[in-house]
């Protein structure tokens, strides 16, 4: 259904709050729908990952509903897709190079547990 409603509607619509704050990743995400959340995040036009970080008036991104409902395999997706700042683009957090530390003008080191 959204791969016919999503060329027709503005791709603003996508992160657009009804009256508790939920965008539609937030209801696919409360309904377990991997192949709708997956399909608002990843079409083109529209705000893409940052549907993610999109709080509701309960204070929980998608992600958030997706653990609150116990929806792992959303829930890793989500985490999988979402940006880390110290990791650039195609990398993991393995091929990351140190940055810079703002306090000592040194590299820093990521810990991995």
Same mark, same amino acid.
């Given at each position: ?6 060329p ?9 709050? $009804?009256? !508790? @704050?939920?965008?539609? *990743?937030?209801? %696919? ?7 709708? +959340?997956?399909?608002? #995040? ?6 893409g ?6 709080? $509701?008036? !309960? @204070?929980?991104?998608? *992600?958030?509903? %997706?653990?609150?409902?116990?929806w792992e395999?959303? +829930?890793?997706?989500? #985490? ?14 393995d091929? !990351? ?17």
């Amino acid at each position: 259904m959204l791969d016919v409603l999503l060329p027709i509607v503005p791709p603003s619509l996508l992160s657009a709050q $009804n009256s !508790a @704050g939920s965008t539609a *990743l937030h209801w %696919a995400a409360l309904n377990s729908q991997l192949a709708a +959340a997956r399909a608002l #995040v990843e079409y083109p036009p529209g705000p893409g990952i940052d549907l993610i970080e999109i709080k $509701n008036a !309960a @204070g929980r991104s998608p *992600l958030g509903e %997706a653990e609150a409902v116990q929806w792992e395999e959303g +829930a890793k997706w989500m #985490v999988e897709v979402m940006r880390l700042d110290n990791v650039g683009v195609g990398e993991s957090v393995d091929d !990351a190079s140190p940055s810079e530390d703002p306090v000592t003008d040194g590299p820093t080191t990521v810990e991995r547990e």
